[in-house]
């Protein structure tokens, strides 16, 4: 008897666990892709699109993965395709749970890449190195830093290259992995969350009271950012452009905000030469954009349909709670992104850039973050310690995020090789290495990272997300996820989440996917003509993308890879022949 | 900022705020979990054997 008794890694405490979790949902998109989806659409309608996509989407998806992996924990198996191999007979969902393996592992090879270039950017703030006039000097050091101008120039180990971080941070979350689920992740997460939170704190109060930084540009103020982000109403000044055969067109020149502003530009408006237009909430709602934007928000934000949340739940045990620790991790989330991210990044930026010149920047992450960013700090009182506290905290968030990318490959080589812990390090170790290594050496502009986030970071990620929801609401069935869901639970799971998850979850991730594949695949536009996209051009175009191919190479090695890992696995296939689930 | 864009920052960060305060608040008072109150600085308990599944297998 004494034989079978096996060491079972887990987690030491609730609390441990919902930092983990949360610490994996944190991460730099909180503090720049947000704050940049809720201005450039409108913080009014942006909100609803983002609330209802969280409620219909996020929520449903988290509680189904928590449910599902405590479930499949509870039967020994702690990754994605033995877990999917628990809830169904056939073999079809053991294979699709690979997904659950390739995205983090792939995700991993690029993120901690750009895990690097916070920990550069930090230690270059704090040595006063990041000092630049202009946006166009700030993306130039972004561009040698990152090694975005030339492949193979991201290689270079000075303070000012990004070689040196890589290697440190890519040591730290191995040697944090090895340390295992608590003494290496909770162990982590409990002293990285709460001191990202107090980083989020000081560098709020010091946003906050920024006031009106230049006192020759009044309208450079942080109310202003704050305006731009949450005003529910967009007010654009528009300018008259005739083309050759007299046709006037009215592109916009820039959008108002603020009482100075506006004055100026319904100033400009007299003549016939401008106009003001104001774009209501309602009018932005039916912009099907947004709405992908708000929905890939919350997918991306809450971390759900890569297999990790899964994974993490599976360390559970039988009666530990999972509605309540899924709510408190997915609002701690939240919480970082509204409440710190949403009130950071575009109001420091629209304090000391104006809101032309942040429009002029750009509003993507990697431009916010590195290109704009450095620059409102170098202009800050007091920049230089609080840049360094900014990228430090992004740093922090990006390792909480990427070590939980490493559990599911751990996970699936302890349990589907029988290896321990010290060779499923050195394994996936190795196979990440070699795949961070090629994202950094194709480093010009950016595009091997560009294109593995794009078919693994989104496009995966949607039908992982996709199969698990089917998986949870039809297969296993809906009633029991949801008795299992509340075996332990310290609250309950509102009534109507029942039908949601069956139904509407499914539909409106199918709809999500749709318009992805519409607008950012095909690329059609709203006058219903499509060109494809860069994506998918690059591929089987008439000038096919090198890097591209090999991306999209590496994706199908580490899938096969794992497929035929899959494959062999024995106890899979005894898990059947063997009864199966047990039914307590 | 105009009245509109107050009332949607306030209710946002509001709201979000609250239910973090309110989960983090009923998580701590959870009487289901006591082991919470009894970790020291740096528990150490990681690699506890899972008895109860092994005998539930070898029965």
């Known amino acids: 008897m004494a034989s079978s008794i096996h060491k079972k890694d887990g987690w030491n405490s609730r609390m441990g666990v919902i930092l983990a979790v949360a610490g994996s949902a944190v991460g730099i998109g909180n503090f720049l892709r947000f704050p940049g989806n809720a201005a450039q659409y409108g913080g009014g309608a942006f909100m609803i699109a983002y609330i209802t996509a969280f409620l219909l989407i996020g929520l449903p998806i988290c509680w189904a993965e928590w449910a599902m992996g405590r479930r499949a924990g509870r039967e020994g198996f702690n990754s994605c395709p033995g877990m999917f191999n628990v809830f169904s007979r056939h073999s079809l969902p053991k294979y699709v749970g690979v997904l659950g393996l390739v995205i983090p592992v792939i995700i991993y090879m690029y993120y901690v890449y750009i895990e690097a270039w916070c920990l550069g950017y930090a230690v270059n703030t704090l040595t006063g190195r990041l000092h630049f006039p202009t946006v166009a000097d700030a993306g130039a050091f972004f561009s040698s830093f990152t090694g975005a101008s030339e492949n193979g120039s991201a290689l270079g180990f000075k303070v000012d290259q990004v070689g040196v971080y890589l290697i440190a941070v890519f040591f730290l979350n191995f040697l944090l992995i090895y340390r295992g689920l608590s003494k290496g992740i909770e162990w982590f997460c409990r002293y990285a969350m709460p001191t990202l939170l107090v980083l989020a704190f000081v560098i709020l109060i010091r946003v906050l009271t920024l006031g009106v930084p230049h006192a020759e540009h009044p309208q450079n103020s942080v109310l202003n950012g704050l305006g731009f982000m949450w005003n529910p109403t967009k007010v654009y000044l528009e300018e008259a452009v005739p083309d050759d055969t007299g046709l006037i067109t009215w592109v916009r020149v820039s959008e108002v905000v603020g009482p100075r502003l506006r004055k100026d530009a319904d100033a400009m408006a007299q003549s016939e030469r401008y106009r003001v237009t104001e774009v209501s909430v309602w009018k932005q709602l039916r912009n099907p954009q947004m709405w992908l934007a708000a929905s890939g928000q919350i997918f991306f934000s809450l971390s759900i349909g890569f297999g990790i949340i899964l994974t993490y739940a599976s360390y559970l045990k039988r009666d530990d709670d999972v509605v309540l620790s899924g709510l408190t991790a997915t609002s701690a989330n939240e919480f970082c992104e509204v409440a710190l991210g949403g009130l950071i990044t575009v109001p420091a930026a629209v304090a000391f850039l104006g809101v032309a010149g942040l429009a002029g920047a750009g509003m993507s992450t990697f431009a916010l973050g590195f290109h704009v960013l450095p620059m409102v700090f170098s202009e800050m009182i007091g920049g230089q310690f609080f840049g360094f506290l900014f990228f430090f905290l992004l740093f922090l968030a990006a390792v909480t995020s990427s070590l939980s990318m490493l559990q599911p490959g751990i996970a699936f080589l302890e349990e589907g090789l029988a290896l321990n812990r010290r060779q499923s390090v050195a394994i996936l170790g190795m196979i990440t290495a070699m795949g961070t290594l090629f994202v950094i050496y194709f480093s010009e502009g950016l595009k091997a990272l560009d294109t593995l986030d794009f078919w693994v970071g989104t496009f995966m990620i949607f039908v992982m997300a996709t199969f698990q929801i089917i998986l949870f609401g039809w297969v296993w069935g809906v009633d029991r996820g949801l008795v299992e869901a509340h075996r332990g639970a310290s609250m309950s799971i509102p009534r109507v989440f029942g039908p949601i998850m069956k139904y509407v979850t499914p539909l409106f991730l199918i709809g999500v996917f749709v318009l992805f594949i519409v607008f950012n695949v095909l690329g059609v536009n709203f006058d219903g003509e499509s060109s494809l996209s860069s994506y998918v051009t690059d591929l089987i175009g008439e000038h096919p993308d090198r890097v591209a191919w090999m991306s999209v190479s590496l994706i199908l090695l580490v899938g096969v890879f794992f497929v035929l890992m899959v494959s062999g696995v024995d106890k899979y296939r005894d898990f059947h022949r063997k009864g199966g689930r047990r039914q307590s | ?59």
């Open chain 2, 1 to 59: 900022m105009t009245t509109g864009g107050w009332l949607i920052m306030l209710g946002s960060v509001g709201s979000v705020t609250l239910l973090f305060a309110c989960c983090v608040i009923k998580v701590m008072k959870d009487p289901f979990n006591p082991e919470e109150t009894l970790h020291g600085f740096d528990p150490d308990t990681p690699d506890m054997p899972d008895e109860e599944e092994d005998l539930d297998r070898s029965l």
